[in-house]
């Protein structure tokens, strides 16, 4: 029998004609998950069956229409919504496969492409309930597509139980805040772009008479929902589940209200707290907790405040000490500069205030971590003498690891070179030259995939029309639109993955997988040298991180 995957759908069922056929318990909880997703249940049995007590005080209570009849055909076609012609929405058989009925009632379902649904037996099934956990608005369902209800149960309450509390009412409180912010958004475009239109109780604000540009009504449209994007993308669900009102607040508050800490060009405090303040930068490695440094996880535990990155995960967040303030970077793009402000504000006051500030990173602070542009602002702010550096596992290095490339390997690749996609105010840097004995690992490039592979694989127009004006400068070595690579995303995360391609199929490759940031993009020959390309495929994708799960008498260094 070939394999096969259900395609998942979320129906919403209100109003919905279910039509119940049956009398025992099973018959009472298809009542009852009719009931929650709004449907009309209506049951069919006979007038002399006994219903289960359960179903019987459905029944009494009025919340299920009993028809006491034997099945007929005409049931599909007379008991359902008068807007579409009466015919029920969906049908439910709790009476099992064995029982004659079943068959043929689900027969007359699929030949009139109604949704049929027969316990235990799938082959006659045209839809599977899941089993699934429920917390308010958040649902997850789980199905084995028929290999075992039991099975699929069990990994559901495993998956439940992993869930931080409270997450249900995170889902709410963030959709109503989605909600706020695409009606006081579109308010806020409306008023900018044409005063006529506001709401006349409300005075003219002091922007009235400022020449707005389409640029200002984008930033004004877009901030906030950016920034709950990234909330949702990239806070641990342990954080997200926590969300207060005060956090609502600030995601609601706009970058416009945003002014310099009050701490900023104050002197110190007469108690002289700034005496016992300093500010650590650390890198927090590639993602997996495991790998963060003992004297990184040392200033996690002894902390005052913490200053973390948008994307340091939520393994290495998780050991924050829950009497920890953290504060996460509210960096999208277009908003870096004001995100980094903001923090060094934060470090400077909370340090102004005798705090240990820990400034949190994602890999090495001082690789494209924009440390060294903090220790710089923090020693013009007088305050050099407080800072301290720990270096971190970068992903530049470990993330090829993790995806089986070595970055240098005899005969293949003798030199390792490290870039950044992305250039200052999103320009796009110099390009590297093709060499054939080096890897390139690409940081920050990702999202600009397609103007990479270009400016490596072709002339930039700086360079062709140097050419046309007969300059003789050297001429950079494009790199073979062959040349392998490899997309590694979330490394050393759960949800690790390597996506295994060339230069010429690396754009179709991820915009047809898509994208699961942070990720970066490795270069060079190096890629193959134990991954080698299967014939006939334009790419691989590998799931899931698992390098450090082995154990030597007794020790899981994945634990």
Same mark, same amino acid.
């Given at each position: 029998m070939a394999s096969y995957i259900s395609l998942l @759908?979320? @129906?919403d069922a209100r109003s919905h004609v279910h039509l119940i056929i049956g009398s025992n318990p099973l018959a009472a909880a298809r009542c009852g998950q009719s009931l929650s997703a709004g449907a009309n249940p209506i049951l069919l049995a006979p007038e002399t069956t006994e219903l289960y007590y359960a179903l019987q005080k459905r029944v009494d209570d009025g919340e299920v229409n009993w028809i006491k009849e034997k099945f007929r055909e005409e049931h599909l076609f007379t008991l359902g919504r008068e807007e579409i012609e009466h015919v029920v929405d969906a049908v439910f058989v709790t009476s099992g496969p064995r029982e004659p009925l079943s068959a043929r009632i689900s027969s007359l379902c699929k030949r009139n492409r109604i949704p049929v649904n027969v316990v235990d037996a799938p082959q006659l099934c045209s839809f599977s309930l899941l089993s699934t956990h429920v917390d308010g608005p958040l649902q997850i369902g789980i199905t084995t597509n028929g290999r075992g209800c039991k099975l699929a149960s069990r990994i559901r309450r495993e998956v439940a139980a992993s869930l931080p509390p409270n997450l249900g009412s995170a889902c709410l409180r963030l959709g109503d805040v989605r909600r706020k912010i695409q009606e006081e958004d579109h308010l806020l475009h409306m008023a900018l772009a044409d005063g006529d239109d506001v709401d006349? =109780?409300?005075?003219? =604000?002091?922007?009235?008479?400022k020449l707005v540009t389409e640029a200002d009504l984008d930033v004004a449209k877009n901030r906030r929902m950016r920034w709950l994007s990234q909330i949702c993308e990239y806070w641990p669900l342990k954080r997200l589940a926590a969300i207060t009102d005060e956090d609502v607040s600030n995601i609601l508050k706009s970058y416009d209200d945003l002014g310099p800490s009050n701490s900023i060009g104050k002197p110190p405090s007469p108690n002289n707290a700034t005496n016992r303040g300093r500010i650590i930068l650390a890198g927090s490695g590639p993602g997996h907790p495991d790998l963060l440094t003992r004297a990184t996880h040392k200033a996690i535990q002894n902390a005052d405040?913490?200053?973390?990155?948008?994307? %340091?995960?939520?393994?290495?967040?998780?050991l924050i000490p829950r009497r920890t303030p953290v504060h996460i970077a509210r960096k999208f793009p277009g908003n870096a500069d004001a995100a980094q402000d903001e923090l060094q504000e934060l470090a400077i006051a909370g340090v102004r205030e005798g705090k240990t500030v820990l400034r949190l990173?994602?890999? &090495?602070?001082?690789?494209? #971590?924009?440390? #060294? $542009? *903090?220790?710089?602002?923090?020693?013009?702010?007088? /305050?050099? &003498?407080k800072v301290?550096?720990?270096?971190?596992v970068t992903s530049a290095l470990s993330a090829p690891l993790f995806a089986a490339i070595p970055p240098t390997q005899r005969d293949v690749a003798d030199q390792v070179l490290v870039c950044t996609g992305t250039g200052k105010k999103g320009k796009a840097p110099a390009p590297p030259e093709y060499v054939a004995s080096r890897t390139v690992v690409f940081l920050m490039a990702l999202h600009r995939i397609s103007g990479l592979v270009g400016e490596l694989t072709e002339p930039l127009e700086s360079e062709k029309q140097d050419s046309e004006n007969g300059d003789r400068i050297h001429k950079r070595t494009l790199w073979p639109r062959n040349t392998p690579c490899a997309v590694i995303e979330r490394a050393s995360c759960?949800?690790?993955? %390597?996506?295994? @391609? @060339?230069?010429?199929?690396?754009v *179709?490759?991820? $915009?047809? *997988?898509? =994208?699961?940031?942070p990720g970066l993009l490795v270069v060079g020959r190096a890629c193959e040298f134990l991954n080698k390309p299967e014939k006939g495929r334009a790419w691989s994708v590998e799931e899931g991180f698992r #390098?450090? $799960?082995?154990? /030597?008498?007794?020790? &899981? /260094?994945?634990?």
């Open positions: @759908t979320a @129906t006349d =109780s409300i005075d003219q =604000s002091a922007n009235f008479n405040l913490v200053l973390a990155d948008k994307l %340091v995960p939520a393994g290495v967040l998780d990173k994602q890999g &090495d602070p001082y690789i494209y #971590g924009r440390g #060294g $542009e *903090e220790v710089a602002y923090f020693r013009a702010h007088g /305050l050099g &003498d301290v550096v720990l270096p971190g759960p949800d690790q993955r %390597v996506i295994r @391609t @060339t230069l010429d199929r690396v *179709e490759a991820i $915009e047809q *997988e898509g =994208s699961r940031p #390098g450090l $799960e082995f154990a /030597l008498d007794g020790l &899981d /260094l994945g634990a």
